[in-house]
């Protein structure tokens, strides 16, 4: 099975390049053309200045906050490949993790603020021990998503 999450990735996208042009429209439209009047709604140029900077800088920067990523999954063929990267403004490395489905050792699932930032621990046998993986953050991914992802995981863990 395999599968990634480039349309949410995408959509995230867009969704910031949307608030970035309607931000700077405002601020033009407002500041520089005086285009626009004041009191608007019975709000100044200052309170609504404020609510749209709030709105913007939550949505620029919610997913860098929830640490969304970018994810490639994939167990077709003897190997679990996981590949993911930071999605949010400033995009991070691309990281790749690939174990044998004969030395996987399992997962384990950890929440933080609330369930809303999610991340995934694997698990690799090696000869010296248990190998630990880097958190892979699964917050971004589908409902549908991560129930593909985890029955495949648990296919290969080996049973206690």
Known sequence: MTFNNSKTII???IRLFAATVIFLVYIVLTYAAKIIKYPLLGM???AWTLIL???YFLIALLPM??????IYFSDDG??????YFFSGIVGGRKNSVEISKKTFSGYK????LFGLK????????????IAKYPPIYISVLKHEEKEKLLMSLNKYAPRV
């Not at 906050?65 to 970018?70: A, E, H, I, P």
């Not at 003897?78 to 590949?83: C, L, T, V």
């Open 65 to 70: 906050f929830l640490s969304y990523q970018y």
């Open 11 to 13: 959509s995230l996208r």
């Open 78 to 83: 003897n190997d679990i490949i996981i590949r």
């Open 44 to 46: 100044s140029d200052t």
């Open 53 to 55: 900077t709030g709105c």
């Open 118 to 129: 999610q991340s995934i621990i694997l698990y690799q046998r090696l000869k010296d021990g």
């Open 109 to 112: 699932i950890e929440s933080k």
